[in-house]
């Protein structure tokens, strides 16, 4: 069945310390792929996207994502957190209908 | 960049009336929006597509006699949740595409609740 999988539900990381967000996902054929972050109370942000070339995007805030086709993974990372950053986040696919399927979200907590 | 508006930001009903909400795109045109929806401490479901000058497709499991779309303009969807709920009560979420540079482009949501 096609899916967007975020395995982690619930991340805590240190001020300071290197974050990685995972995402897989499955679908037939590579989807457009996005990460976007939810405040409390705000709206979607998005981060970065991926739909075709250089595997390694590079995103607003620091954030950078890697595309893997071998492992269908599109995984978020951020070399130093912010306290800022705590938020949700969430992988979306797009297969190519122009509708955005969303994973279940990771939600991150960022200790001082 | 593209902005997409959503209205009202909060409702509150009661339950067995309906509530409208709007979703307008502010600076682009748009021929399909989207509806979602967002429980609390949960992910987006895509609720249906909006289509200008033709009817809206829903995803399974939405009834579409309760959830009415209206996409009346090249600008603006409605979402009508009618005969509402406490069920009902969420998060919702309206996206417009730009071609420009193919990205989504997500309105504020409306949280609605009903009592």
């Known amino acids: 069945a096609q899916s967007v999988t975020q395995p982690d539900i619930h991340i805590t990381v240190s001020e300071g310390a290197s974050l990685e967000l995972r995402c897989n996902y499955s679908y037939g054929a590579t989807p457009y792929l996005f990460w976007y972050v939810q405040s409390p109370g705000q709206g979607l942000q998005l981060l970065l996207k991926y739909f075709s070339g250089d595997t390694l995007v590079q995103g607003i805030k620091g954030f950078e994502a890697e595309f893997k086709r071998s492992q269908s993974s599109f995984n978020l990372r951020k070399p130093s957190v912010h306290w800022s950053d705590a938020a949700e986040y969430f992988c979306a696919v797009d297969p190519s209908k122009g509708d955005m399927r969303f994973g279940a979200g990771t939600r991150l907590t960022v200790k001082p | 960049g593209a902005v997409v508006s959503q209205h009202p930001s909060w409702v509150i009903c009661k339950s067995g009336t309906s509530v409208k909400i709007e979703c307008r795109s502010l600076?682009?045109?748009?021929?399909?929006m989207f509806w979602y929806r967002q429980f609390p401490k949960q992910s987006l479901m895509l609720m249906a597509t909006?289509?200008?000058?033709?009817?809206?497709?829903?995803e399974q499991g939405v009834e579409k006699d309760k959830f009415l779309i209206n996409h009346a303009s090249l600008t603006l969807s409605t979402l009508t949740v009618t005969s509402a709920h406490p069920e009902d009560s969420s998060f919702y979420i309206c996206?417009?595409?730009?071609?420009?540079?193919?990205?989504?482009?997500f309105g504020p949501g409306t949280r609605l609740t009903v009592t």
């Open positions: 909006s289509n200008e000058g033709s009817k809206a497709t829903y």
């Open positions: 996206s417009a595409p730009w071609i420009g540079n193919y990205e989504q482009y």
């Open positions: 600076d682009f045109q748009a021929t399909t």
